[in-house]
C-alpha cells in the first residue's frame, strides 16, 4: 500500500477564518453575549477585529467593560462570564 499525503495550504485557512460566513457567525454569538451582559446601555461593548497573520490571522470578537460602572458590575456579579452561555446557538 501507498502512503497517503496531505499537503495543508495555509492561505485556504487563512481565507476561511476571514470568511464572510465566519465572521458574521461570530459577530452574532459576540452580539448575543452583549445582550445578555446588558448590552451598551450597562456599559459593555464588543469587538470584531482579524488579527495579524502570523501564520493564522484568526478572527476575534470581545465583549469588554467600557467604564467603570460595568467593570464593578462584572467584577462583583461576574456578569461576563455568566454571559457566555448566550453564545451557544
Known amino acids: 500500500m501507498t502512503a497517503s499525503r496531505i ?3 495555509r ?3 487563512y481565507n476561511l477564518r476571514s470568511s464572510p460566513e465566519v ?3 461570530l459577530e ?3 452580539r448575543a453575549v452583549l445582550e445578555a451582559a446588558g448590552g451598551e446601555e450597562a456599559g459593555y461593548m464588543m469587538s470584531s477585529s482579524q488579527g495579524q497573520k502570523n501564520p493564522q490571522g484568526r478572527w476575534r470578537v470581545a465583549v469588554f467593560t467600557s467604564n467603570a ?3 464593578v458590575d ?3 456579579h461576574n456578569t ?3 454571559s457566555f452561555g448566550a453564545a451557544h446557538g
Do not use: H, P, T
Request: glycine share 4%; hydrophobic share 40%.
Open 80 to 82: 461576563l462570564i455568566r
Open 28 to 30: 452574532r454569538r459576540g
Open 74 to 76: 462584572n467584577q462583583r
Open 7 to 9: 499537503v495543508f495550504k
Open 23 to 25: 465572521v458574521r457567525e
Open 69 to 71: 460602572k460595568s467593570m
Open 11 to 13: 492561505d485556504a485557512f
